[in-house]
């Protein structure tokens, strides 16, 4: 260690656990991942797993942390209940929870609700890495777009959450490619897909016209019988198809906006999502996700007092 | 048996096989059903099964068979290349494959092909159960949808196949109830839907408005956290967002007509989209799946000379 811990910084989700040691200035002094996500919690417990992986890193057994994701979720840690929006991003952050009995001062970001009975929603972890992207944008008016197996929307006006949507587009590419006839066509294991693949694009293209996923999930299958379409390039159609229907929908839910559609994502899901957004004549900025998701566990952990304002 | 056979015709789908056998006037003399489809006719072979079907019915060893469904396909008996559309109904049944040392007169009708490569699309068993319906509806333009695990929409005019569509409703529901996260809101087997349930109707209403699916699958988890959406009301949500959708995508594609939508379709299944076609402001009328197809089958015969011209 190159300098002495001020706080943890921890990002507990479904499957994988990410812990930070921070100095005073919120710079990170180490880290380290682990698979022990809410799954895994539930059975060996929230404070013995994150007690040991703070020991290792050599930190003080009385070291305060501050916590985002599914440890806050009813079946979590202790429950962060939702915040409603619309809401600033502030009075989210400062709306940590604080564990009791945690042997250290334990808090937990909320999650977000979303009421309204037409578009009810949830997300719990990605209001974190939103307030990190936030502060990096600076006000006016964004979309803010955060791909995954449910990739999240989330309008940002002046530091407000004003509404948010989920598409489940990643797990609809896995579920299709492993449990439905698309099997056949995508083969065993489905292939990477590349940004410049001509048929992702042309599927893309077209999902971009109109939004229509069941129209189209069949035309794979038929694409093989007919036109010998292979499994590489059956994967590239399905992740076209899917990836611009959501930015189809999602931009008809949302509005254009004058700013470019702020795009939270890296490696190869967040170029693909790069790619559909440009030929769907969107201008797109990027946002790394780590980074957000720290500087919104810091942004967070000043919010609550734990670390002086930077 | 009440009356001599003149020939047997046999509906061969992927897991299910009915046999009828008809007199010279095209009337059932008997029928059986058996779940010997292709998949078990592949290991077993296909004449045996059906030699053993019409001995057991005390039917002539010589007698001819009429055949459609997926019997013809590639992996099947033998293979009933694809008829391309545009094409006559006449045309196609008269495109029935004689099979070679069956032991008797088989032949088996074709499926069709859609070899337009923006709506590329394969049918196979449907369009005997179409020509069935045609007959029915006689002539003019007609929208016939024929619902299932995967749904077929077909443009028919004048006894002409001008186009058709796949929409795979049915795997989708179960896919999504069985693999995806809506298994925790669905529960472990779905509930029957009912036409006059409130969520189906307003889930499937939504969906007619604009066909989107992604933008609302995530919706019905989030009903269930936000709003306690029970189990029995996820699966009707599920259903109204997946047919109305379907429903709205396929009369996008395929124009309204001024004739009623052909709903080819019994049972609780025919019930849901007889609702969800009155809730999308379309005229319905009803066909019998059953019938259709066993008229659709004596018409081959006819068309094929195995039986004289009723």
């Avoid at 300098?3 to 100095?23: E, Y």
Wanted: aromatic share 4%; glycine share 14%.
């Amino acid at each position: 260690m190159s300098s002495k811990p001020t706080i943890a910084a921890v990002d507990w989700g479904t499957t994988r656990l990410r812990v930070w040691l921070l100095d005073e200035a919120g710079a990170v002094v180490d880290e380290r991942r682990s698979d022990e996500g809410l799954l895994t919690a539930q059975h060996k417990g929230f404070a013995p797993i994150l007690d040991r992986h703070l020991k290792d890193m050599g930190a003080p057994g009385d070291l305060p942390a501050i916590v985002c994701g599914m440890a806050g979720a009813r079946q979590g840690w202790i429950e962060a209940p939702y915040v409603e929006v619309p809401s600033s991003l502030s009075d989210i952050l400062g709306a940590a929870v604080p564990v009791p009995g945690a042997g250290r001062d334990v808090r937990i970001v909320p999650g977000l609700a979303q009421r309204n009975p037409r578009t009810p929603d949830v997300m719990r972890g990605e209001e974190t890495q939103l307030a990190g992207v936030a502060a990096e944008v600076g006000s006016g008016s964004h979309l803010v777009c955060m791909p995954g197996t449910h990739c999240k929307w989330v309008g940002v006006d002046d530091g407000t959450v004003s509404g948010f949507g989920t598409w489940p587009t990643g797990e609809m590419f896995s579920v299709f490619a492993q449990h439905s006839i698309l099997r056949h066509s995508l083969g065993e294991k489905p292939a990477p897909v590349a940004p410049d693949n001509a048929v992702f694009q042309e599927w893309c293209r077209e999902a971009l016209a109109d939004g229509d996923i069941g129209a189209r999930l069949f035309g794979i299958r038929a694409a093989g019988l007919l036109n010998g379409l292979g499994q590489a390039d059956a994967a590239a159609a399905l992740s076209g198809l899917l990836i611009g229907a959501e930015i189809a929908s999602a931009t008809r839910r949302f509005g254009k906006r004058d700013t470019p559609v702020v795009l939270v994502g890296s490696g190869p899901l967040g170029a693909l999502y790069a790619e559909a957004l440009k030929l769907g004549g969107l201008a797109v900025r990027l946002a790394d996700a780590d980074k957000a998701v720290l500087s919104g566990l810091v942004a967070a952990a000043r919010r609550n007092g734990m670390l002086v304002e930077g």
